[in-house]
């Protein structure tokens, strides 16, 4: 059993199967979900887990060299547009939310949150550790 880090032994078996360049879509529950990727879904009840929480955690296992939202973030939900300000001062780019949905369709590996407010999805590119 592990002892620290993601449990769930769907996402940590899909994270450790990224590459260099792979995207990875955390999205809130109302986001489409296209066929094709990977998708975990974690998704339980309104708002549990929250956006804030699966990014945090995925974060702590991930090397993300960019990072892709929805423009409409900034005004319909202040709270997530700050959280990703402050994940990605440098490396966050936003375009309309129709555009990431479409981008969201080459996304290796989808992680679906509980999330219930707007526009709380984020497109990551895998970094690399060196």
């Known amino acids: 059993m592990k002892r620290a880090g993601i449990l769930n032994r769907h996402l940590a078996g899909a994270i450790a199967e990224l590459g260099h360049g792979d995207g990875v879509l955390v999205c809130d529950a109302g986001m489409p979900?296209?066929?094709g990727p990977r998708v975990v879904d974690l998704?339980?009840?309104?708002?549990?887990p929250?956006?804030?929480?699966?990014?945090?955690?995925?974060?702590?296992?991930l090397v993300v060299?960019?990072?892709t939202a929805a423009r409409e973030i900034r005004e319909a939900n202040p709270p997530a547009s700050k959280l990703l300000d402050q994940h990605f001062p440098a490396a966050l780019s936003l375009v309309p939310h129709d555009e990431l949905k479409t981008l969201s369709a080459d996304a290796r590996l989808i992680v679906r949150t509980g999330e219930a407010r707007p526009?709380?999805?984020?497109?990551?590119?895998?970094?690399v550790f060196f």
């Open 33 to 35: 979900i296209p066929s």
């Open 43 to 48: 998704a339980f009840r309104a708002g549990v």
């Open 50 to 61: 929250s956006f804030a929480e699966i990014l945090d955690g995925l974060l702590d296992e």
């Open 65 to 67: 060299e960019a990072a």
């Open 119 to 127: 526009y709380a999805n984020v497109l990551l590119r895998c970094g």
